[in-house]
T-cell receptor
Framework: NAGVTQTPKFRVLKTGQSMTLLCAQDMNHEYMYWYRQDPGMGLRLIHY???????AKGEVPDGYNVSRLKKQNFLLGLESAAPSQTSVYFCASSSPPVLAGGTGELFFGEGSRLTVL | RKEVEQDPGPFNVPEGATVAFNCTYS??????FFWYRQDCRKEPKLLMSVYSSGNEDGRFTAQLNRASQYISLLIRDSKLSDSATYLC?????????????FGPGTRLSVLP
C-alpha cells in the first residue's frame, strides 16, 4: 500500500549543484503537488500539476522546475541549489474534489530533507 | 490577513484533559475543510474532514461555521499519543477545485 513515495529521503548539496526529487503515486490521482516546509512558515506550495503533461506555479516557484511526463510521477528539480533552499520537501497527491465525487483529501509522501551548504 | 489562521499555541495539557483548537479562513468560496496531524519530522496525515453538520470520530469532534468562516477541533480525554502539531487545511476552490491552503499549525503537548 505505497501511496505517495518520495526519493531521496535525505540529500546534502553544495551551492550551485543540481538535483532532482522524484515523487511517485499509485492512486491514479490527477492532481499532484510539491510543498516546502520551513520552521515557523508552514507548508508552502512550490508547483503543482492538474494532470499528465501539465504544471503550474505555486506560491514559491523561483529556483525550482517541475515535470509531469507520466501521470504517476512528478519531478522537482533544482538547477542551481542555494542555501535558502535548505528545507523539507513534501510531495502530495489529492483525490478528486467533493463536487466531483471524491473526498478532496491530500495524501503526502514522507518528505525529503535537503541541506544546501 | 493570512488566508488561514490558527491558535498560536503551544498547548500543554495534562492527560485526560479536553482541548479545543480554532481556525479561521478568509476565502468565503472555500469548499472543503480538513484537520491534519503532523508528528515531529513526519509528513502531515489526515485526522478528519470537516463537514457543515459537524462530525465526530471517537474522541475527536470537528465543527464548521461557514457564516463565521470558522473551524474547530475538540479533543476529549487527551492521550500522550495526541502530542503533535494540528494543521487546519482549507480547499480554496479555485477553477480546478484544488487550491489547498494550510494554517501554520498549533502544537499540542499532552503531559503525563
Amino acid at each position: 500500500n505505497a501511496g505517495v513515495t518520495q526519493t531521496p529521503k535525505f540529500r546534502v548539496l553544495k551551492t550551485g549543484q543540481s538535483m532532482t526529487l522524484l515523487c511517485a503515486q499509485d492512486m491514479n490521482h490527477e492532481y499532484m503537488y510539491w510543498y516546502r516546509q520551513d520552521p515557523g512558515m508552514g507548508l508552502r506550495l512550490i508547483h503543482y500539476s492538474v494532470g499528465e503533461g501539465t504544471t503550474a506555479k505555486g506560491e514559491v516557484p523561483d529556483g525550482y522546475n517541475v515535470s509531469r511526463l507520466k501521470k504517476q510521477n512528478f519531478l522537482l528539480g533544482l538547477e542551481s541549489a542555494a542555501p535558502s533552499q535548505t528545507s523539507v520537501y513534501f510531495c502530495a497527491s489529492s483525490s478528486p474534489p467533493v463536487l466531483a465525487g471524491g473526498t478532496g483529501e491530500l495524501f503526502f509522501g514522507e518528505g525529503s530533507r535537503l541541506t544546501v551548504l | 490577513r493570512k488566508e488561514v489562521e490558527q491558535d498560536p499555541g503551544p498547548f500543554n495539557v495534562p492527560e485526560g484533559a479536553t482541548v479545543a483548537f480554532n481556525c479561521t479562513y478568509s476565502n468565503s468560496a472555500s469548499q472543503s475543510f480538513f484537520w491534519y496531524r503532523q508528528d515531529c519530522r513526519k509528513e502531515p496525515k489526515l485526522l478528519m474532514s470537516v463537514y457543515s453538520s459537524g462530525n465526530e470520530d471517537g474522541r475527536f469532534t470537528a465543527q464548521l461555521n461557514r457564516a463565521s468562516q470558522y473551524i474547530s477541533l475538540l479533543i476529549r480525554d487527551s492521550k500522550l499519543s495526541d502530542s503533535a502539531t494540528y494543521l487546519c487545511v482549507v480547499n480554496g476552490g479555485d477553477s480546478y477545485g484544488q487550491n489547498f491552503v494550510f494554517g501554520p499549525g498549533t502544537r499540542l503537548s499532552v503531559l503525563p
